[in-house]
T-cell receptor, first 109, second 113 residues
Framework: GQNIDQPTEMTATEGAIVQINCTYQ??????LFWYQQHAGEAPTFLSY??LDGLEEKGRFSSFLSRSKGYSYLLLKELQMKDSASYLC??????????WGAGTKLIIKP | IAGITQAPTSQILAAGRRMTLRCTQD?????MYWYRQDLGLGLRLIHY???????GKGEVPDGYSVSRANTDDFPLTLASAVPSQTSVYFC????????????FGPGTRLTVL
């Protein structure tokens, strides 16, 4: 079967760095997405990785290792507005997105 | 309008009733999707459409139907609602199928009693 695993919840301190991990087992791989979802709102796109390595975009970076079926989202200089759920999704062989349940990130002052 | 809109924002529905959730986008995107989001579960694809006039089944299509008469609109119909269809429903669109970024509507919170 297809499976995406993420931690359910993480807590971090304002100004710190946090790494949210995602492991996946899917039928085929056509890229991995990270989305951010604030409570009661729609998911919004953060990043897309299809090749191994690190993609940096401001305070957010995303890493992919296809051989390990592993990705992480790195958030630096955490701000209170970063409190949200972070969703990992993999495009499978049919280009359908398989979604993880999301990681709820709580930022404390 | 700009982007993707959904209606209604929320709805309480008696079991057995028919309900259509509306979704409209003005980005001229070819692909559109319907997901449901339940606590503790990832987004699950209900139905999708790669282009106007075509539709396909996702992971959890039973009890739902869709149509795609034109590029902009992608309504989702529950023919006879059941309590297990209580969920938050998100519509999304993308320029094309495949790995194009999906843009989500604000969601419809549906409660079936």
């Amino acid at each position: 079967g297809q499976n995406i695993d993420q931690p359910t919840e993480m807590t971090a301190t304002e100004g710190a760095i946090v790494q949210i991990n995602c492991t996946y087992q899917t039928s085929g791989f056509n890229g991995l997405f990270w989305y951010q979802q604030h409570a009661g709102e729609a998911p919004t796109f953060l990043s897309y990785n299809v090749l191994d390595g690190l993609e940096e975009k401001g305070r957010f970076s995303s890493f992919l290792s296809r051989s390990k079926g592993y990705s992480y989202l790195l958030l630096k200089e955490l701000q209170m507005k970063d409190s949200a759920s972070y969703l990992c999704a993999v495009a499978d062989s049919n280009y359908q997105l398989i979604w993880g349940a999301g990681t709820k990130l709580i930022i404390k002052p | 309008i700009a982007g993707i809109t959904q209606a209604p924002t929320s709805q309480i529905l008696a079991a057995g009733r028919r309900m259509t959730l509306r979704c409209t986008q003005d980005m001229r995107h070819n692909a559109m999707y319907w997901y449901r989001q339940d606590l503790g579960l990832g987004l699950r694809l209900i139905h999708y459409s790669n282009t106007a006039g075509t539709t396909g089944k996702g992971e959890v299509p039973d009890g739902y139907s869709v149509s795609r008469a034109n590029t902009d609109d992608f309504p989702l119909t529950l023919a006879s609602a059941v309590p297990s269809q209580t969920s938050v429903y998100f519509c999304a669109s993308a320029a094309g199928q495949g790995t194009d970024t999906q843009y989500f509507g604000p969601g419809t919170r549906l409660t079936v009693l």
